[in-house]
Every structure is written in structure tokens, then in C-alpha cells.
């Protein structure tokens, strides 16, 4: 199975500020990563697809990258409305398996 | 406009079973591998099932293997998982969802249902 490692666990920043998110696959997945955006009570957003390719209508702030084993997820200007818990998700094998997720915090 | 609509969620005792319900609209469902995903109280997404649009490939975690079953009728637009030996982990939020085809990252996703298994 493929494990899918996020860090940090949690992070804390300001508005404005430029935010990346790691996330590291056991084995190579070449592309076949996805990114999700969930508020509390809610149910998950797409963000990123394909490690790089922003879904419609996502804000432009957000980006993604990486290939093989490790990639990021960036903001690059934090703003309020992204107070939320982010996971990655790697869609190259069953079982799917997601990352433990990064909790972003406003300052 | 896609909708995901699930049902069947509640309370049942440990070693229990229950059939949890997702009704799909605005796409041709039985051209997509649908999905389900859960998350316990507090907790990370852990997907659980999948199955493939025509239903005859079916995919699971190893933690509800040979427990769950995920099936679905093309023709009610449905997705179903039906849930037997159920334990306390397996409390959580379930949510159904729609992959790209047979891409499987997740554009849409239902409300979800609450499972609370507890005696």
C-alpha cells in the first residue's frame, strides 16, 4: 500500500502571507495526487488534481507541484476564508489513501 | 448540477448492520467509479470503497474488507453500502462521492451521513 505523509500537522500564519505544504508518497505516483480543502462540518473541496492542475473555480492563490514522491500545495496570500484543514490524496493505486492533514490556522 | 444525496445513517450496536443510501443527479452515473469515503469524529479522510461504473470491479480498504459491501443500481442513480459486524471505529461521517471517470480524485462530494456505533 502507499503510505501519503503530510507536514506539518498544523501551522499558524498571517494574512498575506505564502503558505506550503509538504506531502510525501511512499513510492512514486507520478502525478496522480489530489488536494482537498475542508472546513468543520463540512464536506471536502477539490482544489488541485493531477498534482498541478487547479480545479474551476478555486482561487488563483492556490497552486500545486511536484511529481514522483514529494509535493507541495501553496497560498500564496493567505486570506481568512482559508482557515481550514487541507489533505492530499494519492489516486495512483487502490487502496486510496489520504495524508493526516495540515490544520491552517489565521493568525 | 451534480447532487449527492446519502441516507441511512444512525445509532446501531456493536455487531450490527446498516445499509447506507447515496442518490446521485446531473451526471450519467453509470459512467463513474463512485466512491465512499468516511471520517471518524475529530479525525482524517479514510477512504473506504469503490466501484466501478458497470459495478462488476469492486475495491476496498483492509480495514472493512469482508465486512462492507458497496454495490449500486444504475438504474435508481444509487450507490449503496451496506455495512455488517460493525464495530466502534467504524463511527464516523460517511460520505459518498464523484470521481472523474475512473480518475479517482473526488470534484464532488455528498453532505454525508452519520454512523455512531456505540451500545
Known amino acids: 500500500d502507499i503510505q501519503v505523509t503530510q507536514s506539518p500537522s498544523f501551522l499558524s500564519a498571517s494574512v498575506g502571507d505564502r503558505v506550503t505544504i509538504t506531502c510525501r508518497a511512499s513510492?512514486?505516483?507520478?502525478?496522480?495526487l489530489a488536494w482537498y480543502q475542508q472546513k468543520p462540518g463540512k464536506a471536502p473541496k477539490l482544489l488541485i488534481y493531477?498534482?498541478?492542475t487547479l480545479q474551476s473555480g478555486v482561487p488563483s492563490r492556490f497552486s500545486g507541484s511536484g511529481s514522483g514522491t514529494e509535493f507541495t500545495l501553496t497560498i500564496t496570500s493567505l486570506q481568512p476564508e482559508d482557515s481550514a484543514t487541507y489533505y492530499c490524496?494519492?489516486?495512483?493505486?487502490?487502496?486510496?489513501?489520504f495524508g493526516g492533514g495540515t490544520k491552517v490556522e489565521i493568525k | 448540477e451534480v447532487q449527492l444525496l446519502e441516507s441511512g445513517g444512525g445509532l446501531v450496536q456493536p455487531g450490527g448492520s446498516l445499509r447506507l443510501s447515496c442518490a446521485a443527479s446531473?451526471?450519467?452515473?453509470?459512467?463513474?467509479?463512485m466512491p465512499w469515503v468516511r471520517q471518524a469524529p475529530g479525525k482524517g479522510l479514510e477512504w473506504v470503497a469503490a466501484?466501478?461504473?458497470?459495478?462488476?470491479?469492486?475495491f476496498y480498504a483492509d480495514s472493512v474488507k469482508g465486512r462492507f459491501t458497496i454495490s449500486r443500481d444504475n438504474g435508481k442513480n444509487t450507490l449503496y453500502l451496506q455495512m455488517n459486524s460493525l464495530r466502534a471505529d467504524d463511527t464516523a461521517v460517511y460520505y459518498c462521492?464523484?470521481?472523474?471517470?475512473?480518475?479517482?480524485?473526488?470534484?464532488?462530494w455528498g453532505q454525508g451521513t452519520l454512523v455512531t456505533v456505540s451500545s
Open positions: 466501484i466501478s461504473g458497470s459495478g462488476d470491479d469492486t
Open positions: 493531477a498534482a498541478s
Open positions: 446531473g451526471f450519467t452515473f453509470s459512467s463513474y467509479t
Open positions: 490524496q494519492q489516486l495512483h493505486s487502490y487502496p486510496l489513501t
Open positions: 462521492a464523484k470521481s472523474a471517470g475512473t480518475t479517482m480524485y473526488f470534484g464532488n
Open positions: 513510492q512514486d505516483i507520478t502525478s496522480y
